[in-house]
């Protein structure tokens, strides 16, 4: 990976400013390697940065009168350094503290280095209590030093009693690793180690480090891969598709990665939502919103079988013969690092057993206050086990939290089995092997205060340990991802005699915060290949050609230095565009002729090329050059001297545009005379002024551009009325009256002209807009809406046309109304009910509109739960003008406490597939559905039972338990099916077994492994020692297909997508195994023939298919 510069990261707790400096003015000095140096530079390899450890103890501290103060300067990668202090704070009350470049004025001309540092100012009393913050950036010229302006509190730096001022002495340490610029302008990260990193966009290399690790998971990254999305989809709104191009940029990416569409994707367009997050809560967030967002599809349950895993809490009495236990599920293990020395004293400390006697004894159950004991023991651990070191708690004492950075050692590999399996319950499966080994390493460099995430990964399990720090990766060694994340102390000998007397101790800040172990039996299985067969098309297609476009661009900036984009607005864009695209202010400039000249080419030549363009003679054109007044309006400044358009287009840019972006905005100024010919501009001088001027008519509620005039300074309204009634096109002694439009953000603001006043008096100039109307009696006034300018333009500036369609047809437009942003949710829904002819405004429930999918949201607007037409057409920063209605047949906020499900019932006999819409109460089970489902359908006998099954993309993945409350049950995206439940699954025999039979058929097009699922999914009883031409009787008799038919079906057990071809004389149950593995879709009995069945629409979004009943909708 090549990166120009590095981005500076700024502290992700707090805000870091940095003092003004005093920068040297003028040119300076450039300086020129020698030839010798560069060939030593391009031959360096990359090894570790120079680290030092600095301390600072000032005396006499609070008597310091100083601003600032410098420590001495120390040498670090060849640098000099020095920190800086403001002792009473940088214009704030807490100490400002910053790393300061020592020779910074004395450098060449372009100098640049990059640094990670830490400042502290330590505890003396209590070390644990000292406090350190950390952060990196990139020194040069112009910010030649950074850190903390709020340091600490002021108030608690010169308590005594804190520990911070000891005699009047304050000690401060600085740690400092310097990166020299030769690493960052030719280190590549995929060339060196194969791995790309991510982007730090300021605060999120916490984020980063946990997602490179899961992505490192190749069975989590599969299962995020075949998480379903559509080509309409976008990145920025769909949580599955950002984090699918995510991984797919990391797997393919030559460069780092940006997490934006990422973050974006959870609906934060900061990161203020996830700043307070550190790993361990991001991991537990992250999990549970794609926990949630896999519901229903093909990856269902990913999260739970990867990473959950189950203890069991018991109480066992003494004395007499009562247990208590409960069962609970756990997706990571918190571990105490205080008082434990490893992983394993930690896991002793989790099971230890607690005596509760004494005046702690348990009421048990029918016995009374017992002596007992309480504890925990595991049932069963996850395939991947996250292990969450405690490294921050809370202080009691000192009402804070502290940074616990003692030793704590983890292995390479964890035996959870030891000791005769001390840590498993009785009902744990011993056949289970427990060994781990270790996969990532996540590390927290820092305080409590703020710091610097990284991780340390073996993205394969071999020998090799890789670096992962935001945008670099690099190849470690087990040393460093190991013992050197231990913490504890390190002891630095006295480096430099003229700083320190004796050695002293410092604290490693840097240590493991998180561990991720893999269980060696399911190694194979977790560490699975994932290639390009596992992406959808769309994805790849998206991004290849996101990746030309960025291609594109990036070389239209390499050239972009050498180009000005010159925007000439004329009289004719005016014309087209006020009144109907503008209203306010003059042109939309991105809507006029873009001329892309190069900067080295003189002005006068340009005029040639608008010649050439709109055929007006170079003698004929005057510029004018536009400016952004404090107001915000955009307006023509002034025209052009005949010594600017001598220069060169790239120097009269740089003298325009203060912002130095490549435009170069002009307004052409062109007279033409009573026979259309066209006229030498006429001379400007100070008095003169050029207004622009619309007129309107509050008739038609129209406001059109209709010209521009000089008028004189000193001059009148008066003076021009006949002039402006014939560019009108009024009577010649028509009353008008004259508004000035002013601003219209963040309100309109136009103001009536006095026709008595001089246009100087009325501090008019050049580039003001004139809006003017015929005048209105008081009696006439009351026949138009907006009667007048400023009560149009007001209009104007609220109003939005809104489409509303059905929600029953999202595609197709129904009618549009035109209505204010700052109408309430009743005046939006009363509107469209009149437009409706619906008497009951509140039978009107309203749904968003989705920008990015363009789709209605899946959440329909609740009762009142806006307060404005604008919240509602809102989404992220886009605002739409698409609204869906439904007309209810009861009142909406009577229909927010219940829950609406369709349910399609395949009856047991007949062929057909009747839709039902079920509505209850939200606190309502499964089992209330299906009681009322009973009353709507015609079962093959009355005593007949009933389940409800989840089926997805032609596989069924749930039987809902009657229990289940049916509140956060979707039907929005996979099919809820109801059926009979067959006499023969009611009767299982002890060696029965239960097993999915899918259709499927291999993509010719695809690796020849690759299965695709059709048809109905159903379940069938198999026997124990049946044998495949038994079972296929049986299914042939099912699905009533003709015998010519079934004897081209072949049949197969499937495991983890891969068909295994079964003979007539094979025993079916011995393939399937008894426990469960990683989801029911992952082993079936697959029936392989060719799918026939009309491609029809089908009501959840699938398909039509083979062996599907006629589908009649009852609702």
Same mark, same amino acid.
């Given at each position: 990976?090549?990166?120009?510069?590095?981005?500076?990261?700024?502290?992700?707790?707090?805000?870091?400013?940095?003092?003004?400096?005093?920068?040297?003015?003028?040119?300076?000095?450039?300086?020129?390697?020698?030839?010798?140096?560069?060939?030593?530079?391009?031959?360096?390899?990359?090894?570790?940065?120079?680290?030092?450890?600095?301390?600072?103890?000032?005396?006499?501290?609070?008597?310091?009168?100083?601003?600032?103060?410098?420590?001495?300067?120390?040498?670090?990668?060849?640098?000099?350094?020095?920190?800086?202090?403001?002792?009473?704070?940088?214009?704030?009350?807490?100490?400002?503290?910053?790393?300061?470049?020592?020779?910074?004025?004395?450098?060449?001309?372009?100098?640049?280095?990059?640094?990670?540092?830490?400042?502290?100012?330590?505890?003396?009393?209590?070390?644990?209590?000292?406090?350190?913050?950390?952060?990196?950036?990139?020194?040069?010229?112009?910010?030649?030093?950074?850190?903390?302006?709020?340091?600490?509190?002021?108030?608690?730096?010169?308590?005594? +009693?804190?520990?911070?001022?000891?005699?009047?002495?304050?000690?401060?340490?600085?740690?400092?690793?310097?990166?020299?610029?030769?690493?960052?302008?030719?280190?590549?990260?995929?060339?060196?180690?194969?791995?790309?990193?991510?982007?730090?966009?300021?605060?999120?290399?916490?984020?980063?480090?946990?997602?490179?690790?899961? *992505?490192?998971?190749?069975?989590?990254?599969?299962?995020?891969?075949?998480?379903?999305?559509?080509?309409?989809?976008?990145?920025?709104?769909?949580?599955?598709?950002?984090?699918?191009?995510?991984?797919?940029?990391?797997?393919?990416?030559?460069?780092?990665?940006? &997490?934006?569409? #990422?973050?974006?994707?959870?609906?934060?367009?900061?990161?203020?939502?996830?700043?307070?997050?550190?790993?361990?809560?991001?991991?537990?967030?992250?999990?549970?919103?794609?926990?949630?967002?896999?519901?229903?599809?093909?990856?269902?349950?990913?999260?739970?079988?990867?990473?959950?895993?189950?203890?069991?809490?018991?109480? @066992?009495?003494?004395?007499?013969?009562?247990?208590? &236990?409960?069962?609970?599920?756990?997706?990571?293990?918190?571990?105490?690092?205080?008082?434990?020395?490893?992983? !394993?004293?930690?896991?002793?400390? *989790?099971?230890?057993?607690?005596?509760?006697?004494?005046?702690?004894?348990?009421?048990?159950?029918?016995?009374?206050?017992?002596?007992?004991?309480?504890?925990?023991?595991?049932? /069963?651990?996850?395939?991947?086990?996250? #292990?969450?070191?405690? %490294?921050?708690?809370?202080?009691?004492?000192? /009402?804070?939290?502290?940074?616990?950075?003692?030793?704590?050692?983890?292995?390479?590999?964890?035996?959870?089995?030891?000791?005769?399996?001390?840590?498993?319950?009785?009902?744990?499966?011993?056949?289970?092997?427990?060994?781990?080994?270790?996969?990532?390493?996540?590390? =927290?460099?820092?305080?409590?205060?703020?710091? =610097?995430?990284?991780?340390?990964?073996?993205?394969?399990?071999?020998?090799?340990?890789?670096?992962?720090?935001?945008?670099?990766?690099?190849?470690?060694?087990?040393?460093?991802?190991?013992?050197?994340?231990?913490?504890?102390?390190?002891?630095?000998?006295?480096?430099?005699?003229?700083?320190?007397?004796?050695?002293?101790?410092?604290?490693?800040?840097?240590?493991?915060?998180?561990?991720?172990?893999?269980?060696?039996?399911?190694?194979?299985?977790?560490?699975?290949?994932?290639?390009? $067969?596992?992406?959808?098309?769309?994805?790849?297609?998206?991004?290849?050609? @996101?990746?030309?476009?960025?291609?594109?661009?990036? $070389?239209?900036?390499?050239?972009?230095?050498?180009?000005?984009?010159?925007?000439?607005?004329?009289?004719?864009?005016?014309?087209?565009?006020?009144?109907?695209?503008?209203?306010?202010?003059?042109?939309?400039?991105?809507?006029?002729?873009?001329?892309?000249?190069?900067?080295?080419?003189?002005?006068?030549?340009?005029?040639?090329?608008?010649?050439?363009?709109?055929?007006?003679?170079?003698?004929?054109?005057?510029?004018?050059?536009?400016?952004?007044?404090?107001?915000?309006?955009?307006?023509?400044?002034?025209?052009?001297?005949?010594?600017?358009?001598?220069?060169?287009?790239?120097?009269?840019?740089?003298?325009?545009?203060?912002?130095?972006?490549?435009?170069?905005?002009?307004? #052409?100024?062109?007279?033409?005379?009573?026979?259309?010919?066209?006229?030498?501009?006429?001379?400007?001088?100070?008095?003169?002024?050029?207004?622009?001027?619309?007129?309107?008519?509050?008739?038609?509620?129209?406001?059109?551009?209709?010209?521009?005039?000089?008028?004189?300074?000193?001059?009148?309204?008066?003076?021009?009325?006949?002039?402006?009634?014939?560019?009108?096109?009024?009577?010649?002694?028509?009353?008008?009256?004259?508004?000035?439009?002013?601003?219209?953000?963040?309100?309109?603001?136009?103001?009536?002209?006095?026709?008595?006043?001089?246009?100087?008096? +009325?501090?008019?100039?050049?580039?003001?807009?004139?809006? *003017?109307?015929?005048?209105?009696?008081?009696?006439?006034?009351?026949?138009?809406?907006?009667?007048?300018?400023? +009560?149009?333009?007001?209009?104007?500036?609220?109003?939005?046309?809104? =489409?509303?369609?059905?929600?029953? $047809?999202? $595609?197709?437009?129904?009618?549009?109304?035109?209505?204010?942003?700052?109408?309430?949710?009743?005046?939006?829904?009363?509107?469209?009910?009149?437009?409706?002819?619906?008497?009951?405004?509140?039978?009107?429930?309203?749904?968003?509109?989705?920008?990015?999918?363009?789709?209605?949201?899946?959440?329909?607007?609740?009762?009142?739960?806006?307060?404005?037409?604008?919240?509602?057409?809102?989404?992220?920063?886009? &605002?739409?003008?698409?609204?869906?209605?439904?007309?209810?047949?009861?009142?909406?906020?009577?229909?927010?406490?219940?829950?609406?499900?369709?349910?399609?019932?395949?009856?047991?006999?007949?062929?057909?597939?009747?839709?039902?819409?079920? %509505?209850?109460?939200?606190?309502?089970?499964?089992?209330?559905?299906?009681?009322?489902?009973?009353?709507?359908?015609?079962?093959?006998?009355? /005593?007949?039972?009933?389940?409800?099954?989840?089926?997805?993309?032609?596989?069924?993945?749930?039987?809902?338990?009657?229990?289940?409350?049916?509140?956060?049950?979707?039907?929005? *995206?996979?099919?809820?099916?109801?059926?009979?439940?067959?006499?023969?699954?009611?009767?299982?025999?002890?060696?029965?077994?239960?097993?999915?039979?899918?259709?499927?058929? %291999?993509?010719?097009?695809?690796?020849?492994?690759?299965?695709?699922?059709?048809?109905?999914?159903?379940?069938?009883?198999?026997?124990?020692?049946?044998?495949?031409? /038994?079972?296929?009787?049986?299914?042939?008799?099912?699905?009533?297909?003709?015998?010519? @038919?079934?004897?081209?079906?072949?049949?197969?057990?499937?495991?983890?997508? %891969?068909?295994?071809?079964?003979?007539?004389?094979?025993?079916?149950?011995?393939?399937?195994?008894?426990?469960?593995?990683?989801?029911?879709?992952?082993?079936? #009995?697959?029936?392989?023939?060719?799918?026939?069945?009309?491609?029809?629409?089908? &009501?959840?979004?699938?398909?039509?298919?083979?062996?599907?009943?006629?589908?009649?909708? !009852?609702?």
């Amino acid at each position: 990976m090549t990166m120009m510069t590095p981005p500076p990261l700024e502290q992700e707790d707090e805000e870091i400013l940095v003092p003004h400096q005093e920068l040297t003015e003028g040119p300076q000095p450039m300086e020129v390697l020698s030839a010798e140096t560069a060939n030593a530079l391009e031959s360096q390899q990359v090894e570790d940065p120079p680290t030092f450890k600095y301390r600072w103890t000032i005396e006499n501290f609070s008597r310091l009168n100083a601003k600032k103060l410098y420590s001495d300067i120390f040498y670090v990668g060849g640098y000099k350094w020095r920190v800086l202090i403001f002792p009473k704070g940088n214009n704030v009350d807490h100490l400002s503290m910053y790393l300061d470049v020592a020779d910074s004025a004395t450098l060449p001309y372009g100098w640049s280095r990059y640094a990670q540092f830490a400042l502290a100012i330590v505890n003396q009393v209590h070390g644990k209590y000292t406090i350190r913050k950390d952060t990196q950036h990139q020194f040069n010229g112009r910010e030649s030093d950074w850190g903390f302006t709020s340091f600490m509190s002021l108030s608690e730096l010169y308590d005594p +009693s804190r520990g911070y001022l000891v005699n009047d002495t304050c000690v401060i340490d600085a740690e400092v690793t310097v990166r020299k610029v030769i690493d960052y302008w030719s280190y590549d990260s995929k060339k060196e180690t194969g791995y790309v990193g991510l982007k730090n966009q300021g605060a999120t290399c916490y984020m980063n480090s946990l997602l490179q690790t899961l *992505y490192h998971i190749p069975y989590f990254r599969k299962a995020v891969y075949h998480m379903p999305t559509t080509e309409n989809d976008m990145p920025s709104g769909s949580i599955p598709l950002a984090l699918q191009s995510l991984f797919y940029k990391l797997q393919y990416s030559d460069n780092s990665v940006a &997490t934006k569409e #990422l973050t974006k994707s959870f609906g934060w367009d900061t990161y203020d939502s996830f700043m307070q997050h550190d790993v361990q809560e991001l991991n537990r967030v992250l999990c549970e919103k794609l926990e949630d967002k896999m519901k229903g599809t093909v990856v269902e349950g990913t999260i739970q079988h990867l990473f959950e895993g189950h203890h069991m809490n018991y109480i @066992e009495c003494i004395n007499v013969d009562y247990k208590s &236990t409960r069962k609970e599920s756990f997706y990571d293990l918190q571990l105490d690092v205080k008082g434990c020395r490893d992983v !394993y004293s930690s896991f002793d400390k *989790y099971v230890e057993v607690e005596r509760l006697e004494g005046d702690n004894k348990y009421q048990a159950e029918n016995h009374g206050l017992q002596d007992a004991k309480k504890g925990v023991l595991f049932i /069963d651990f996850p395939p991947v086990l996250q #292990l969450q070191l405690k %490294r921050f708690e809370y202080d009691f004492m000192r /009402d804070t939290m502290v940074k616990i950075n003692d030793r704590y050692e983890f292995p390479l590999q964890l035996d959870l089995d030891r000791d005769n399996g001390k840590y498993l319950s009785p009902d744990a499966d011993r056949r289970v092997r427990n060994l781990y080994t270790l996969h990532s390493v996540l590390v =927290h460099s820092g305080g409590v205060h703020g710091g =610097h995430y990284y991780a340390f990964i073996r993205p394969t399990l071999s020998d090799q340990w890789f670096k992962f720090d935001d945008e670099r990766v690099t190849k470690e060694d087990a040393k460093k991802a190991l013992e050197e994340q231990y913490g504890g102390e390190e002891e630095l000998p006295q480096t430099n005699p003229g700083f320190n007397n004796s050695p002293f101790k410092f604290t490693k800040y840097s240590n493991a915060y998180m561990l991720v172990y893999i269980r060696e039996s399911d190694k194979e299985k977790i560490m699975c290949d994932v290639d390009e $067969k596992d992406i959808a098309e769309h994805l790849r297609i998206r991004l290849k050609k @996101e990746q030309e476009e960025k291609e594109h661009k990036k $070389k239209e900036k390499a050239e972009a230095h050498l180009y000005t984009i010159i925007k000439v607005a004329r009289n004719e864009d005016l014309i087209e565009q006020i009144g109907k695209e503008m209203f306010f202010d003059l042109v939309d400039h991105d809507k006029v002729r873009a001329f892309r000249i190069q900067k080295q080419l003189p002005f006068n030549h340009f005029k040639e090329d608008v010649f050439k363009e709109f055929g007006i003679p170079v003698q004929f054109q005057r510029f004018w050059l536009w400016a952004k007044r404090q107001n915000h309006t955009y307006r023509p400044n002034r025209p052009l001297t005949p010594q600017e358009e001598a220069q060169s287009v790239g120097q009269l840019r740089e003298v325009s545009n203060k912002t130095h972006n490549a435009e170069l905005k002009l307004l #052409l100024e062109v007279e033409i005379g009573p026979d259309l010919h066209f006229l030498p501009p006429p001379a400007k001088t100070k008095e003169d002024i050029l207004l622009f001027f619309k007129v309107y008519d509050p008739e038609k509620e129209n406001l059109r551009f209709v010209g521009r005039l000089f008028v004189k300074a000193l001059g009148k309204p008066t003076e021009i009325l006949s002039k402006l009634n014939e560019l009108a096109e009024f009577p010649p002694n028509e009353e008008i009256d004259l508004y000035e439009e002013i601003k219209f953000e963040p309100n309109v603001m136009c103001e009536h002209i006095d026709m008595r006043m001089s246009f100087k008096s +009325s501090q008019l100039e050049d580039g003001d807009i004139i809006c *003017y109307q015929k005048s209105l009696t008081s009696a006439n006034r009351s026949q138009f809406r907006y009667p007048d300018v400023p +009560s149009f333009l007001e209009y104007v500036r609220n109003r939005q046309v809104v =489409h509303f369609r059905s929600l029953e $047809k999202p $595609k197709e437009e129904d009618f549009s109304l035109e209505l204010s942003k700052l109408f309430t949710y009743d005046d939006v829904v009363e509107r469209v009910a009149r437009q409706l002819g619906v008497d009951d405004s509140s039978k009107i429930r309203l749904t968003s509109h989705n920008c990015y999918s363009q789709q209605p949201k899946p959440q329909p607007i609740k009762y009142r739960g806006v307060d404005h037409l604008l919240d509602m057409l809102v989404h992220y920063n886009q &605002t739409s003008d698409i609204l869906y209605y439904e007309i209810l047949d009861i009142p909406l906020p009577e229909l927010q406490g219940l829950k609406t499900l369709k349910v399609a019932f395949h009856h047991a006999t007949k062929e057909e597939v009747a839709i039902h819409t079920i %509505r209850l109460p939200k606190n309502s089970t499964v089992a209330d559905v299906i009681n009322d489902l009973k009353t709507k359908v015609e079962l093959s006998r009355p /005593d007949a039972e009933v389940r409800l099954l989840e089926v997805f993309y032609h596989k069924i993945y749930k039987i809902f338990p009657p229990g289940e409350k049916i509140e956060n049950i979707n039907d929005q *995206y996979w099919t809820l099916r109801a059926e009979e439940i067959p006499e023969e699954e009611k009767s299982l025999g002890l060696h029965d077994r239960m097993i999915h039979v899918y259709h499927f058929t %291999r993509d010719s097009n695809q690796n020849q492994m690759q299965v695709q699922n059709f048809g109905e999914p159903f379940f069938l009883v198999i026997k124990e020692g049946e044998t495949l031409a /038994d079972i296929k009787i049986r299914i042939q008799t099912k699905l009533q297909v003709p015998d010519d @038919e079934f004897s081209k079906w072949k049949f197969a057990f499937i495991s983890l997508g %891969r068909p295994e071809y079964l003979q007539d004389s094979d025993i079916v149950s011995n393939r399937f195994q008894r426990r469960d593995i990683y989801g029911a879709w992952e082993q079936y #009995l697959g029936l392989e023939h060719s799918d026939t069945a009309p491609k029809k629409a089908y &009501t959840t979004n699938q398909n039509r298919h083979t062996f599907e009943k006629p589908v009649k909708i !009852y609702n």
